[in-house]
């Protein structure tokens, strides 16, 4: 059980998995939804994966603090936390699908592989910053084209990095994780946890 030592946590993110993440804490946490840019988290020229989406996460962060600062300054003081998760094979970033073909072409280059799941975290706080970065590898069962088919015919497949979410029924693909299991998921608490502890965000309850 934590306490959170600020009247509630922002989350900069619209994932819903996020949230439900976050609220395995126990912690009062609200989501701060950003209009969308016309050229959402763009990879840089020859940007390595894990500058990728530490940058990304850090830039969300960034936007999120503008957002507040122009039109909900009485939010200021809260403490606001944003993350990326990128799905990669070596230096390939593997994105959310545009659509159903882009989904079964993804899942294909995943079939029989182990891939690589960064998720990166970012707090901004009191004008202090910290940032902290998982780094999970999954490993797919060859899949065939009936069941590439049918995941993405099952709408599972779309917004999510990867073309799978593995809290779903994507699960049955995984015959084996080394990392955090909720980094996969979008947001590894453990180094959340970790994060907003050495900001003095989070503390443990007085023992009477």
Same mark, same amino acid.
């Given at each position: ?29 609200? !989501?701060?939804? $950003? ?8 990879? *840089? ?6 500058? /990728? %989406? ?75 910053? !910290?940032?902290? $970065? ?8 060859? *899949? ?6 049918? /995941? %993405? ?56």
């Amino acid at each position: 059980m934590w306490i959170l030592n600020a009247p509630q946590l922002l989350l900069a993110s619209a994932s819903p998995r996020r949230l439900d993440l976050l609220r395995q804490l126990h912690i009062p946490v609200d !989501r701060l939804i $950003l209009p969308q840019q016309a050229d959402d988290e763009p990879r *840089l020229t020859d940007e390595p994966v894990i500058d /990728y %989406v530490m940058r990304t996460s850090a830039d969300k962060n960034l936007r999120a603090q503008e957002h507040v600062a122009k039109n909900m300054p009485m939010l200021e003081d809260m403490p606001i936390l944003s993350g990326d998760t990128t799905v990669a094979i070596d230096q390939t970033i593997l994105g959310k699908p545009q659509d159903d073909k882009d989904a079964r072409e993804i899942l294909h280059r995943l079939s029989g592989q182990t891939h690589d799941v960064f998720s990166a975290v970012t707090v901004f706080w009191k004008g202090q910053s !910290r940032h902290a $970065l998982s780094h999970s590898r999954v490993t797919f069962t060859e *899949l065939s084209e009936m069941q590439i088919r049918a /995941y %993405v015919a099952s709408g599972e497949a779309h917004g999510k990095a990867g073309a799978y979410g593995i809290q779903g029924s994507a699960a049955g693909f995984v015959s084996r994780i080394e990392g955090s299991y909720t980094g996969i998921v979008g947001l590894p608490l453990f180094e959340t946890t970790q994060t907003l502890h050495m900001m003095g965000l989070l503390r443990v309850p007085d023992q009477d």
